[in-house]
């Protein structure tokens, strides 16, 4: 476990180094936010409910929807496919550790780094905006449980992006279509009942919407069908084997570039 937590720390001082970007993308994060709700401000004006949602229960849903939607980038998957496509996954396995249990972590850093930044434009938004929404502790104990699940099932699917790379010389595109999709069925766009009824229907059983619209929902205190939360457990193991499958045919499977 010790060598694992190093790679943590060793990402968390490799991301303080560069402390251009860290300012650059915490002002980024903070600007996207501000102009949704300065939008969505002007909508309210005219309205005091869009869709049964108030602006404070809104503010907050965008708020949180950027938090999840940073802390669930695809670095484990990205990761993985540049090192495929490199070939330094050649040696990474030749390494006295596991290389896909690396990424977790490596990407466990970068998790906490997103989470500071959002503390940050947590302190600012307010200011500008004070409606807001604010639960019950036991409320915020059920969101972060939630958070953490949804975030361990994007992982899981992210790894098995970057797996594709073992079949694919093109990555670019394996994560252009990665974000597509996340964006549209996990709720950062917008919450999934803004969605048509059916289709709202379908994307909330599928693994992304438990990284971003599950839990918000469940932060606003909004009525949530039960059987979502055995949804989610049975989501876990079955992704978790699949990738495990997966990951020990592409290792078969070395197609090098550049080496």
């Not at 503390?119 to 600012?124: A, D, E, F, G, R």
């Amino acid at each position: 476990m010790a060598k694992y937590l190093h790679v943590t720390r060793q990402m968390l001082l490799l991301q303080l180094q560069y402390k251009s970007f860290f300012v650059a993308s915490l002002v980024s994060m903070l600007v996207k936010i501000l102009v949704s709700l300065f939008v969505w401000k002007t909508i309210f004006a005219s309205q005091s409910e869009v869709n049964g949602y108030s602006l404070a229960t809104f503010t907050t849903y965008i708020l949180f929807a950027n938090l999840l939607n940073n802390l669930n980038s695809f670095g484990i998957g990205r990761d993985l496919a540049k090192s495929i496509a490199r070939g330094d996954i050649t040696g990474e396995l030749l390494y006295p550790y596991s290389p896909i249990t690396a990424l977790f972590f490596q990407d466990f850093g970068m998790k906490i780094i997103e989470a500071g930044k959002f503390i940050l434009v947590l302190l600012v938004v307010p200011i500008v905006n004070p409606d807001f929404y604010l639960p019950d502790v036991k409320t915020w104990g059920i969101f972060l449980v939630t958070s953490l699940l949804g975030m361990f099932m994007v992982q899981l699917m992210d790894l098995g992006f970057g797996l594709l790379s073992f079949y694919t010389v093109n990555t670019w595109g394996l994560f252009i279509l990665r974000e597509g999709i996340f964006n549209l069925s996990a709720g950062v766009l917008l919450p999934l009942s803004f969605y048509p009824a059916p289709i709202a229907k379908i994307l909330s059983f599928l693994p992304y919407s438990f990284a971003v619209n599950f839990p918000i929902n469940i932060l606003l205190g909004k009525e949530v069908d039960t059987s979502l939360f055995w949804v989610q457990l049975i989501w876990l193991p079955l992704l978790a084997g699949i990738m495990y499958v997966l990951w020990q045919k592409a290792r078969k499977r070395l197609v090098i570039f550049g080496g």
